[in-house]
């Protein structure tokens, strides 16, 4: 009992004060590390939405007197834009064909983590709501495949499949719902019977219409950093199943390809494999740095801390 | 607790069986396996005469039903590639896989909780923010470049350790590197949300007042507690140490259990595959049952829970 009122105590004083949307703003943009991560994402997406205006050059165009070419050689065209990442084994563009390769794992990250959000939220609810069997089904092959390395099972599946850029989507979606599944059970649960919803079901609304508009708007925060963790995970994965070749396919440029077909050339052009895989690496880095910032602010008591360290520094 | 290790037992025994039937499913119908076996310009007599080799001539139910009795029995049949009974194979690959993923772990595990404990100590600080854009890295790298870079960087330009292949510790290093970054990385964010959890407790407080070094209150009373999470993602982190293994020991051509997968996968090597992912599906289930063996001889609310079932 003592400990509850003491608990009950510190929340009190640390009561969060309303925040404004301006507020989270500032703090964020005095964060370098936040500031960091909204410019690579903004770049992503120029990239994802216009990469044939952004590139320099085709992707695919190649030219075997270029190849290899280091990393701010001039362009071999008159008054053309230099090669400032250099050019790869077949004397293509390696700026050019990261800007377009953006677009395939932004696509793959994107696609498969609305798929496997969609699919694994529902389940969830559906289990955590529900009960009984169903719900016991479920977790049993949420447990399973949490404990199976996702991309064993991945390459299994593509085996069968057959590589390609669909089914790279398919395939990660397909391993990847338990995720949001888990999560989503646990909190349904937590709030099957919270006294809201026994009101929403007393005045008589449908299950359909409490679990839409009752129970989901409180998942969405939760859910959306998931979102945003998975599609770094995603992206990840894409590039793995590409390097192994159960991927998104030649000539494409994907990331994962791209360092696999520089691999062989690690020792005498290091920029074959450093960028695209710095390339990877900044946006999941950036992904996973913006779901870490959105808990703070998701968060009450912690967005008071996050606020006051932020804000203090710099006054 | 025997009751309590006695169903999980009996869990494992139905996963073992779920992969199985994922690995007929896969394999058998999802794509002809025929047709995976020996490619698409095979002539009709190879393919058939491979027809009857694999029994797939019968009903499907059949073929299920031979093929659980032969895995149940451990007999996968013989590789395709390396013309000897799968499973032996596989199973000589895993003190390679079993060494490697000790020694990542190993690494991990210390310099994991450090780092994350250092965040805990001062949320949001400047020294918080570093080790989080660090441990956040662990997670947001693909195994396959950072092990290219360090080729770059330790063999290639410095001459030290060795790019690929098996023996003594100049071989061993880079990878065990390689694989660490990962687990570490996401131990030290666990122990810093489990840390910070706990100092927000009442004992925490109730410790400080009583005029104990903080960090006697964080190292020994709070840390203590916060293991338990750590150890329940374990099991996760397993799974997780063998996805990296996979590329790993494929980039630096180690002879573990992941590159023998992708060998089996690329040359279509049906009763490899299933050797393999049998295998890694028994290797799981015992390792979490013996981290569930751990946890409960932990945390004394699940051990009396489990023991007032029995």
């Known amino acids: ?315 | 607790m025997l009751a309590y290790l006695g169903r999980r037992l009996l869990q494992s025994v139905a996963v073992t069986f779920v992969v199985l039937s994922l690995v007929f499913v896969a394999g058998r119908i999802l794509g002809d396996p025929v047709r995976l076996v020996v490619g698409i310009e095979a002539s009709e007599e190879r393919v058939q005469r491979v027809r009857e080799q694999l029994n797939l001539n019968q009903p499907l139910g059949e073929q299920y039903a031979t093929f659980i009795g032969d895995a149940l029995s451990l007999q996968f049949g013989v590789s395709f590639w390396q013309k000897v009974p799968a499973l032996p194979r596989v199973l000589e690959r895993i003190p390679a896989t079993l060494t490697l993923a000790a020694a990542a772990l190993a690494l991990a595990l210390p310099l994991g909780i450090t780092l994350g404990a250092l965040s805990a100590l001062r949320p949001w600080s400047r020294v918080d923010r570093i080790t989080n854009v660090i441990s956040l890295g662990g997670v947001s790298i693909v195994e396959f470049w950072l092990a290219l870079m360090l080729i770059l960087i330790f063999p290639v330009r410095l001459g030290w350790f060795k790019t690929s292949g098996y023996g003594g510790i100049e071989y061993f290093v880079l990878p065990a590197l390689t694989l660490c970054y990962k687990p570490l990385g996401r131990i030290a964010q666990i122990t810093r949300s489990a840390l910070l959890d706990e100092l927000a407790k009442p004992y925490v407080k109730a410790a400080r007042a009583r005029g104990l070094k903080e960090r006697r209150v964080v190292f020994v009373h709070a840390l203590k507690n916060a293991a338990v999470p750590v150890l329940t993602i374990s099991g996760d982190e397993l799974a997780a140490l063998l996805n990296g293994a996979i590329i790993v020991e494929t980039v630096f051509g180690w002879p573990g259990i992941g590159r023998l997968t992708i060998q089996a996968l690329e040359r279509r090597d049906l009763p490899m595959v299933e050797a393999t992912v049998f295998v890694v599906a028994i290797f799981i289930i015992v390792t979490n049952l013996l981290v569930d063996m751990a946890y409960t001889w932990l945390n004394p609310r699940i051990r009396f829970s489990a023991a007032g079932d029995a």
């Open chain 1, 1 to 315: 009992m003592t400990s509850e009122a003491v608990t009950r105590l510190d929340s009190a004083s640390e009561a969060p004060r309303s925040v404004g949307i301006g507020l989270i703003l500032r703090r964020l943009l005095r964060d370098p590390v936040a500031v960091f991560s909204l410019l690579v994402l903004t770049l992503l997406l120029i990239a994802l939405l216009a990469a044939g205006q952004v590139a320099p050059y085709d992707p695919l165009r190649q030219n075997l007197r270029l190849r290899n070419l280091p990393p701010g050689t001039p362009s071999a065209d008159e008054g053309g834009f230099p090669h400032i990442l250099g050019t790869d084994e077949l004397g293509r563009d390696l700026l050019s064909r990261l800007i377009h390769g953006a677009r395939v794992s932004l696509a793959v990250g994107l696609g498969s983590a609305l798929l496997s959000g969609t699919a694994g939220t529902a389940l969830g609810i559906v289990a955590g709501y529900y009960g009984g069997r169903l719900d016991d089904l479920i977790m049993r092959l949420v447990d399973l495949q949490m404990s199976f390395p996702f991309l064993l099972l991945a390459l299994l599946v593509l085996y069968a499949l057959g590589p390609g850029f669909v089914n790279v989507i398919l395939v990660l979606a397909l391993v990847r719902w338990m995720v949001y599944a888990r999560v989503a059970r646990g909190l349904t649960l937590a709030m099957r019977t919270s006294p809201f919803i026994d009101a929403a079901r007393v005045t008589g609304n449908s299950d359909l219409r409490i679990i839409r508009r009752h129970l989901l708007p409180n998942l969405a925060s939760p859910l959306v950093i998931l979102f945003t963790l998975e599609i770094a995970a995603l992206i990840l994965g894409e590039a793995a199943l590409s390097y192994l070749g159960f991927g998104v396919q030649k000539p494409e440029p994907s990331w994962g390809l791209m360092i696999e077909a520089g691999k062989s050339y690690v020792s005498t052009a290091w920029w074959l494999t450093t960028f695209p895989g710095l390339a990877i690496f900044l946006t999941a880095l950036s992904l996973n740095l913006l779901a870490s910032s959105l808990r703070a602010i998701s968060d009450p008591v912690q967005r008071e801390r996050w606020l006051n360290a932020g804000l203090k520094e710099r006054p």
